[in-house]
């Protein structure tokens, strides 16, 4: 059974701080990784997807990726209260299907 | 361009009875998903239709569901009978034409379809 690990919080960090989030999986031939934002009732929405090892940026979001240590987070700076939701980390399987964790639960306080 | 729309938004229903659930992808999305959520677990893959055919339905849980997709373009997501384990959040996907690596592809998520089973 291929897994993806997250811890579900809640992650509470005060407005304008660096908000850290993090995610293991465990099937090393995973090449694809994905957050997912998911407000309260809502829709999950890609907010960053990354490919190889390193740092990707977007705005205010940066993903981290380290395929040795099977091991994917999502950086947020400057966190604002509009950034409270859930986070979720999607790894695709062989196919299109994916296998999602449960979600870290992030409450930004102003 | 309209998201993605599922129908109903809730759904709450007696043990033993039939719900149907309906996913109107983004139009011109050939790929198509199914997924669900139970209370504290995580989104869990249910089937996956490349227009009208089912390409993978290995998460689908037993045969009490049944997924169609006729003429490619709109999907019904059918439980019967219903039991009480049913109940979560359904979520319809759907992305483009594959043009590159599958695990690459966009997933666009409708907002999901509550059902509750008593």
């Known amino acids: 059974q291929k897994e993806v690990e997250q811890n579900s919080g809640p992650l509470s960090v005060p407005e304008g701080a660096i908000a850290s989030l993090n995610c293991t999986y465990s099937d090393r031939g995973s090449q694809s990784f994905f957050w997912y934002r998911q407000y309260s009732g809502k829709s999950p929405e890609l907010i960053m997807s990354?490919?190889?090892?390193g740092d990707k940026e977007d705005g205010r979001f940066t993903a981290q990726l380290n395929k040795a240590s099977q091991y994917v987070s999502l950086l947020i700076r400057d966190s604002q209260p509009s950034d409270s939701a859930t986070y979720l980390c999607?790894?695709?399987?062989?196919?299109?299907?994916?296998?999602f964790g449960k979600g870290t639960s992030l409450l930004v306080t102003p | 361009e309209a998201g993605v729309t599922q129908f109903p938004s809730h759904s709450v229903i007696e043990k033993g009875q039939t719900v149907t659930l309906r996913c109107d992808p983004i139009s011109g999305h050939d790929n198509l998903y199914w997924y669900r959520r139970v209370m504290g677990k995580e989104i869990k893959f249910l089937l996956h239709?490349?227009?009208?055919?089912?390409?993978?339905e290995s998460g689908m849980p037993n045969n009490r569901f049944l997924a169609e997709r006729t003429g490619g373009t709109y999907s019904t997501l059918k439980v019967q009978p219903a039991e009480l384990e049913d109940s979560g959040v359904y979520f319809c996907a759907s992305s483009p034409r594959t043009s590159g690596r599958a695990s690459q592809e966009t997933q666009y998520f409708g907002p999901g379809t509550r059902l509750l089973v008593l």
């Open positions: 990354i490919y190889s090892n």
């Open positions: 239709f490349v227009k009208e055919s089912k390409q993978d």
């Open positions: 999607a790894v695709p399987n062989s196919g299109y299907a994916l296998n």
